[in-house]
């Protein structure tokens, strides 16, 4: 489609009142923001639970009139995230790999880490980092272009480093979500008492 910057716009500011659906769901959004407006001024129990309630109920109609809708792009998101994670493309990997560096270097700088935090981290990054400079070496000696994916995955060696790699980086991710989650409702608890 190739519409003009003023068409755009103008398609941007009608596109709430194209139909009666999307003024309703105008509507509800507007209402949702004055509740969150209205509580920050009065800081007020009931609102907070009005406001949930409201989300949920106005989420449960969409899922109720999208169900069918909803559960075929779940299940291709399902699938697109089986696919990066046995057959990822060369960027999908290289970004991972970044994060691991990233996330080895700031553990070793920062000084307020638990010496436990710090050991797994290293582990897990170290592990993944070595997978994946495997996977170059490999790529290398096999005179394999990083681009083609389709080639890559040809040879079982690289298809192993790859899976295996993806799984040491998953666990790491799932360990630092559940450490700052932890570590957050710790401080919480402490700042409590």
Not at 136 to 144: D, G, P, R
């Amino acid at each position: 489609m190739d519409l003009s910057i003023l068409e755009q716009l103008m398609t941007f500011i009608t596109l709430p009142f194209q139909s009666f659906l999307t003024i309703e769901i105008l509507l509800i959004f507007i209402i949702l923001l004055i509740f969150l407006l209205y509580n920050e001024k009065r800081k007020s129990k009931k609102v907070k639970i009005s406001f949930t309630a409201l989300i949920i109920f106005f989420f449960s109609l969409l899922v109720f009139y999208f169900s069918e809708d909803i559960i075929t792009v779940l299940s291709e998101i399902i699938k697109t995230l089986m696919r990066c994670f046995y057959f990822p493309n060369i960027i999908f990997y290289i970004i991972t790999a970044l994060i691991s560096l990233i996330l080895l270097i700031y553990t070793s700088l920062k000084n307020n880490l638990t010496k436990l935090n710090k050991i797994i981290t290293y582990i897990f990054t170290i592990i993944h980092l070595y997978l994946f400079t495997n996977f170059i070496s490999l790529a290398i000696i096999n005179n394999i272009s990083l681009t083609d994916t389709a080639n890559i995955y040809q040879y079982d060696d690289m298809f192993v480093i790859v899976l295996f790699s993806q799984i040491i980086f998953i666990l790491l991710i799932i360990y630092k979500v559940i450490y700052h989650f932890c570590y957050i409702k710790y401080r919480k608890l402490k700042n409590i008492k």
